[in-house]
């Protein structure tokens, strides 16, 4: 029989579609835009509801397992693809996620890694914090031996404006428990993920 914690985003009260569309519609004319055309006309309407499904996570059941067989290797899933926006600029940050950790008494059900990176990465964010947000929940909800988390992702914020530095991607890792403390298996972790420690 599995345990599972249900994950549920309540929707939030102050949420106001149509307010957040006249505010998209006045944001684009006060930089010029004129929204008269047959093509912009419904894009106020289409950023509202762009940015709010950008900032509402899904809901999920964390299920997790008995760790009956006393696994006590490495569990890693690479390259879970993360979207986000930077809170500073409210542009896309986009690109992937390796999480992995060291099993205690129980197992995760594996796509659950790729759901807690998608339910803290569905906010104004910075990657510093989403990395250590989705070590420190994994480490609080599995109470596992280690968590790993490496974050790899190119910031539009930084290569469409500013510097304009194309082609350029961020890394943030977190390591916690023996991934942290223990050299051989923090060097395991950075090998199986494929980043250079």
Request: proline share 5%; with cysteine; glycine share 8%.
């Amino acid at each position: 029989m599995s345990s599972a914690l249900r994950v549920v985003h309540e929707p939030d009260p102050g949420l106001d579609l149509a307010a957040a569309e006249k505010a998209a519609g006045d944001f684009l004319r006060a930089l010029g835009i004129q929204l008269d055309s047959e093509s912009l006309q419904g894009t106020p309407r289409r950023m509202a509801h762009a940015y709010a499904e950008l900032f509402t996570p899904r809901s999920f059941d964390l299920t997790t397992f008995p760790n009956d067989e006393g696994y006590d290797e490495l569990v890693l899933a690479r390259s879970i693809p993360v979207r986000s926006v930077c809170e500073h600029h409210l542009l896309p940050f986009t690109g992937v996620a390796h999480v992995g950790y060291l099993p205690g008494e129980r197992i995760l059900g594996l796509s659950k890694l790729a759901r807690v990176v998608e339910h803290f990465a569905c906010r104004p964010q910075v990657q510093e914090r989403l990395t250590k947000q989705v070590a420190g929940w994994l480490s609080d909800q599995l109470s596992p031996k280690g968590v790993g988390v490496v974050i790899e992702a190119e910031h539009t914020c930084m290569t469409l404006r500013g510097v304009q530095a194309t082609g350029s991607s961020t890394v943030t890792s977190a390591l916690l428990g023996t991934l942290r403390q223990d050299a051989r298996s923090r060097q395991e972790f950075f090998a199986l993920a494929g980043v250079n420690s």
